[in-house]
């Protein structure tokens, strides 16, 4: 049995029975780890701020666990090289950029050329790809929209990211010292296909 399948079925099952608060969803932290569900106040070292901004969609493909919609939070300067790539791809080229051992494998055969991505100023939004599953339970205003826009595209369309993958919304950020993670409270707008 699959031990990363089971535990996904279990945070899920625990989400739904236990009436999760709108922070309990999957917190990808690239790769494929999986961070367990954030309670949705904030620590005392945390600043917690509302924003408006594009987050890019995403079908995470995941085995026992239909109806996941992946949105994510892509840091503007490595956007461009994360158009026609995974979520897991984007994350590997966001890690070899502020990893401080580019010799590492997982950064040796890139598709994209190291020494010509740009450095993150050090105040950016997010530090960091960041990246959620909801599923259709999450309280997020007008979640609706996002499911249907997400049901009307067309067959492998959303399996890389693309520009015409892109909505509009409002989120909480919560940023520690050491991270950034975000909520999505509101959906304020979808593209067509």
Known sequence: ???GRWSLRLLIAMAVVCGAPPAICLHFQGGDEIALAQASL????????????SLFVQDPHLEGAKGGIQVL??????QKY?????AKECSTIDYCIRTTNKN????QNLSVDLTRLPAYPPEIRPRRVLSVIYFPVAPVQSMGSLRKF??????GTLDRLSASARIKARIKVI???DDDQFE????LAVPSF
């Not at 939070?73 to 490595?78: E, K």
């Not at 994360?82 to 995974?86: I, S």
């Open 73 to 78: 939070w892509i840091p503007q300067p490595i």
């Open 42 to 53: 904030p620590l005392p070292h945390e600043n917690t701020f509302e924003l408006q901004e």
């Open 175 to 177: 940023r520690s010292s």
């Open 184 to 187: 999505l409270l509101e959906v």
């Open 104 to 107: 590492v494998s997982m950064c």
């Open 1 to 3: 049995m699959n031990t």
């Open 150 to 155: 997400f049901e009307s595209a067309p067959k």
């Open 82 to 86: 994360c158009l026609g790539k995974t």
